[in-house]
């Protein structure tokens, strides 16, 4: 499956730490740095969000906490929150925009106040631009070949995006399109405690063997899947294992009852050792977990990850760091990181960095720009150095 379009801009208002905020998304890479309670993980939440749409977003907020607790805590318990999108193709200028408003009703029902799909014109033209348009109650909709529709009161549920109520790819091509690209984003943040999922035999007719799991529950479906149909990425994320774990012989799926798990071979003087995926040390397997995902030969049309360097060896985030650069050629990706290391891997290219700021009341966040940092480039500072010298924020 190929993705032709990526996030230019997201807007938040009243979401989380964010008061009010719009960024500017490479359609490549993203560095997100900051300290810890900066937004960081609030900002990605947005997407996590945007992937509940196509499916289940009055069951997200059952699962994730109330509205209440997403909602900015400085804006009162009646404000609304606003998640806006702004989509572009990557071969061809051609924006559209989609921004959804919910908040709590008076009878503490989360509810769709306001959802609005629609193309940006470049100038003013004849054309219809509305894709649908909710605005307290009164929908439309751009049906093909019938132009602009009303759809009757109350046929339409405010508990639900229009995305899992109208999905005749026929008749609503835009929406379909919209919906697979929510559905296929990707956010990753790997735990590894032994009663993880990802430590678990998994059912060998697991449905998902293209991109991994949030929790990574999927990683031997998606690793026999490679071995079977793909062998060189297969071969290329075992080729990136020996580069900083030279003992490693090779990875295996083992497969028992319709149950699998993956398993490395490892030579310990003249011998060859199966460890399981039980047995696997934490840096180790989240090392091969993001090998899987920056490798696969189809990436989702977004990948959100998480503080990639934790428990890993410095020599691990050298090799991360050069895929992410590959893999930001074929797919838009969001990391956010504490590590100066890996940081340092960006020096040629700050504008990927992304600084993510709370002034005590609210978040933040500002692109880096290289003008500004020219008299700490000639002085050979890396990336990483200027940070922790506070060249440019995002430190204590």
Known sequence: MSFQHYIETIRLSNFLSFEEVEVRLNKDLNILIGVNGSGKSNFLQAFNLLHALPTKFWEFFNTNGSIEDWAYKEAGTDANITVEATFNRKESDSPFRHSIEFGMTSQRRTEIFNEVIEWIAAEPTDRITTLYDYKRGSPTIFRQGNGLETIP???????????????????????????????????????????????????????????LDTDARNLAVILNHLAAYNLDAFSNITANMKKVLPRIQGIHTVTSLGMMMPVLHEKIGGDTHTIPVQRISDGTLRFLCLLVILLSPNPPPLICIEEPEIGMHPEMLLVIAELLKEASKRTQIIVTTHSDILLSMFSETPEVVLVCEHDGEKSSIKRLNADSLKSWIEEDYRLGEMWLSNAFGGVW
């Open 153 to 211: 009161s109350g046929e339409i549920s405010p508990q639900n995006s229009i995305l899992i109520q109208r999905k005749d790819t026929q008749s609503y091509p835009m929406l379909a399109i919209l919906s697979s690209l929510y559905s296929n984003f990707r956010w990753v943040g790997l735990q590894f405690s032994l009663n993880e999922n990802v430590r678990r035999s998994q059912r060998a007719d697991a449905q998902n063997e293209n991109a």
